[in-house]
Every structure is written in structure tokens, then in C-alpha cells.
């Protein structure tokens, strides 16, 4: 049974925390970190969506808001906080490490699954923590966006796109180039960016299931 709940990420720079919704089973295989898009949060259908298929698998989930209330705000206004990869990724290793010291999950192997600009934070993030990020999963992403540390991120990263968002496909080949990690490109056809088209999402959700279950568990033999 899963069980489910709020959860606040100290931002002390801020002095403030960001908000998070925490689910965990007690035969959780490992858990997965969500780094969403611009203008997105951890209310975003999409997410959700995925991560309830995951939670129906044994993974745990942690979905954050990665900007406060208060830069939500701004950034409604302004769009200066979506593109900031450096604090988006800043946001998720703060995460991360709530989880390494919670008790319920510092022992589960740890992955991200990040969408557009949350794959950079991802991928940023995965970088400077090699060894607690075992697996990523890029939906619709933006790993362009954090090529420099490219080179550096350990994890196996798995990048799913969608056959129409052909801009987004080509920038994901490119920075594979970059990426000297075991690594996969997962083509969606007749899907486009957001992979709205009935079914397509499922067809995200799949291989990334697979994908984290082999990686994750691979950490716990």
C-alpha cells in the first residue's frame, strides 16, 4: 500500500521551502525524483499521471514544486525563473538530499524523470551528484540546456521524445554526443511535445518504467 503525503524541502539561501508530495510503499523497489518543465509544477496531469503508473509498479515517487510561492508569482509574470537551469537543478539537489537523510527513504536508489527544462535541471543535478543518481529519464527534454555538464553525468539516462517535435529531437541527438554514459533515445511516433495525443503518454511511461525498475534495481544487487 502506498502512503501518501506533503512534505516541505528546506531553502535556506531563501529562508523559505518548497513543497513536495511524497509517495512510498513498504516493497518500494526505488525512488524517482520528478523535475518538471517551465511553467509546470508538481500539480502538472501529466506528471501525475506518470507517477501513479509508477507507484502501481513499487516506485516511489517525490513530486516538487521546484520555484517557491513566491517566484511562482514572478515567474508568471516575467518567465525568469523557468530558463534558470543553474537554480532548478540547485532545487533538485536540495531534494535529493532530504531524501538520502529521510528515513523512509535514504536506502532506495534513487533516479529523476525530468520533462523540457526539468531534463536539464536533471541532468545538472545528476552530474554534481553522481553517486546518489542512478538512472535518468528525459521526457520531451531540453538536455541542450545543460551541455556542459553533459560529459560528467554518470547515471544510465534513457531520452524519450516524440516523433512530430522534430526541433526537440535534434537537440536530444546532439547532446547525446556529449553524454558518455550508457544512454538510449526512445522515439514516440506521431507524438509531439507534450505528448498529448491519446495513448502516447502511455508510450512514455512504459519504457521508463522499464527502465528505472532494471537501473534501480541493479544498484541493489
Given at each position: 500500500?502506498?502512503?501518501?503525503?506533503?512534505?516541505?524541502?528546506?531553502?535556506?539561501?531563501?529562508?523559505?521551502?518548497?513543497?513536495?508530495?511524497?509517495?512510498?510503499s513498504s516493497d518500494a523497489k526505488g525512488i524517482v525524483l520528478f523535475a518538471h518543465g517551465s511553467g509546470s509544477g508538481r500539480f502538472s496531469p501529466r506528471n501525475q499521471y506518470v507517477a501513479k503508473m509508477f507507484n502501481q509498479k513499487a516506485i516511489a515517487t517525490l513530486l516538487i514544486d521546484l520555484l517557491t510561492e513566491e517566484e511562482e508569482k514572478i515567474d508568471a509574470l516575467t518567465g525568469e525563473y523557468r530558463f534558470d537551469i543553474d537554480l532548478l537543478s540547485r532545487r533538485l539537489m536540495a531534494a535529493t538530499r532530504w531524501l538520502k537523510q529521510n528515513a523512509t527513504t535514504r536506502k532506495l536508489p534513487l533516479?529523476?524523470?525530468?520533462?523540457s527544462t526539468g531534463a536539464a535541471?536533471?541532468?545538472?543535478?545528476?552530474?554534481?551528484?553522481?553517486?546518489?543518481?542512478?538512472?535518468?529519464?528525459?521526457?520531451g527534454g531540453r538536455p541542450d540546456l545543460a551541455m556542459e555538464y553533459l560529459p560528467r553525468v554518470r547515471a544510465p539516462t534513457l531520452?524519450?521524445?516524440?516523433?512530430?517535435?522534430?526541433?526537440?529531437?535534434?537537440?536530444?541527438?546532439?547532446a547525446m554526443e556529449k553524454l558518455t554514459a550508457e544512454k538510449r533515445l526512445e522515439i514516440v511516433p506521431g507524438a509531439s511535445h507534450?505528448?498529448?495525443?491519446?495513448?502516447?503518454?502511455?508510450?512514455?511511461?512504459?519504457?521508463?518504467?522499464?527502465?528505472?525498475v532494471a537501473k534501480l534495481s541493479q544498484v541493489t544487487k
Open positions: 500500500m502506498m502512503e501518501k503525503k506533503e512534505i516541505l524541502i528546506p531553502i535556506p539561501e531563501r529562508k523559505t521551502a518548497i513543497k513536495g508530495d511524497l509517495t512510498v533516479g529523476y524523470f525530468g520533462a535541471a536533471a541532468l545538472v543535478a545528476a552530474a554534481q551528484l553522481p553517486d546518489d543518481v542512478k538512472a535518468v529519464v528525459s521526457r531520452f524519450i521524445v516524440g516523433g512530430k517535435d522534430t526541433q526537440v529531437l535534434e537537440l536530444n541527438r546532439k507534450l505528448f498529448e495525443e491519446p495513448g502516447k503518454l502511455d508510450e512514455v511511461v512504459r519504457p521508463s518504467i522499464d527502465w528505472f
